[in-house]
């Protein structure tokens, strides 16, 4: 099994921790974390959130790619409809150049209808822009001359430069969940990567289609991807007292505001859908999060393999409002006594 750190610069209004140093806390993470033994740094992505979610990947990425050598350099989750596709299967070519080959492009067609706004693009049309987008890209990343001709796009006969270090472009993952959106990770191939936001009762269901579908173009992943908020410590109390503000403040701001405008349900582990924000709360959602001691971050871990087939989780440390020290504390606990749990899974 492999391990990642994932980062989102999240910002917790009122809190001293300022973008400036949430960035400067992945650049030193990610140097650390392969150091310390992972596989791989994510960044997340959304758009115009009061907290100051991260809206740049791409460039956060290629900061990462500067400090460190090894580790596998990822987008968890891409908004592919927010971008021009030339102009980001131009950016996807340069930031695998510059990681020699490490970038691995995880990506989702996007539900936040104020991103869509913000950023000019009609919420309505974004699933087939970026199914039309990626077909583009795909099409642009074999760095021979083309043309294309979508209902969204139109580029005449052209030739992408530089083209991505990794022939055909980087390897895909769809962050998706819905039935439809399932079909179509199966059709082109593509790893489904596990979202935070659910139980593993519902990523079952999830993986129980995506396999019907893989079956039925006879395509088979070998990656399953999961991310996970994840925090540890010595003890469950001291874990809980850092950790679950921050992950409390992530289900509430984005997954549950966007439930209660009925944009993404949410629902808790009860199974109730969120309808109002304040339904979330720290002890209603402990079946999407690993927040305790390394004995129970090995438990969840041994479910997510055992009962999902999970390959890799990306652990989601730098939650908001955790200082750097606190995370990577927490970073090298995980590094030092859970990872080294999971041998016979670990790459030599």
């Not at 806390?25 to 907290?51: I, K, N, T």
């Not at 993404?264 to 979330?280: F, K, M």
């Not at 999970?310 to 955790?322: Q, R, S, Y």
Request: negative net charge.
């Amino acid at each position: 099994m492999k391990f990642g750190l994932t980062f989102g610069l999240v910002q917790v209004p009122g809190m001293p921790l300022t973008y400036e140093q949430s960035v400067a806390d992945l650049v030193s993470g990610a140097r650390d974390a392969e150091e310390l033994g992972y596989d791989a740094v994510h960044m997340v992505e959304h758009h115009f959130q009061p907290d100051g979610y991260n809206p740049s990947p791409l460039i956060t990425l290629a900061a990462a790619a500067a400090v460190t050598e090894r580790v596998a350099l990822g987008t968890n989750i891409l908004l592919v409809p927010l971008y021009n596709p030339m102009k980001l299967a131009e950016d996807v070519a340069v930031l695998d150049n510059l990681s020699h080959g490490r970038l691995v492009l995880g990506v989702a067609p996007g539900y936040v209808q104020e991103e869509f706004a913000g950023l000019m693009v009609p919420y309505e049309e974004r699933f087939k822009r970026f199914e039309e987008a990626l077909d583009l890209m795909q099409l642009a990343w074999k760095g021979e001359p083309f043309s294309f001709s979508g209902r969204f796009f139109e580029v005449p006969e052209t030739r992408l430069s530089p083209a991505p270090v990794q022939a055909g472009g980087p390897r895909l993952w769809y962050g998706v969940s819905g039935p439809r959106l399932l079909r179509r990770a199966a059709r082109r191939g593509a790893a489904l990567a596990i979202s935070p936001r659910h139980t593993v009762a519902e990523v079952r269901e999830h993986l129980r289609q995506y396999e019907e579908h893989c079956d039925e173009f006879g395509v088979h992943p070998t990656e399953r991807p999961a991310m996970r908020e994840v925090f540890v410590a010595e003890t469950r109390e001291e874990a809980e007292r850092i950790a679950a503000p921050a992950v409390t403040h992530l289900f509430k701001e984005l997954y549950g505001k966007r439930s209660a405008k009925g944009e993404r349900a949410l629902t808790s582990d009860t199974g109730e859908v969120v309808s109002d924000h304040e339904q979330v709360d720290f002890a209603n959602f402990k079946q999407r999060y690993i927040i305790g001691t390394p004995d129970d971050a090995a438990e969840a871990v041994t479910q997510l393999r055992d009962e999902l087939g999970t390959t890799e989780l990306h652990c989601w440390m730098h939650m908001p409002g955790i200082a750097g020290e606190d995370a990577m504390r927490s970073a090298r606990l995980f590094a030092r006594e859970v990872i080294p749990a999971f041998p016979e899974t670990k790459e030599a």
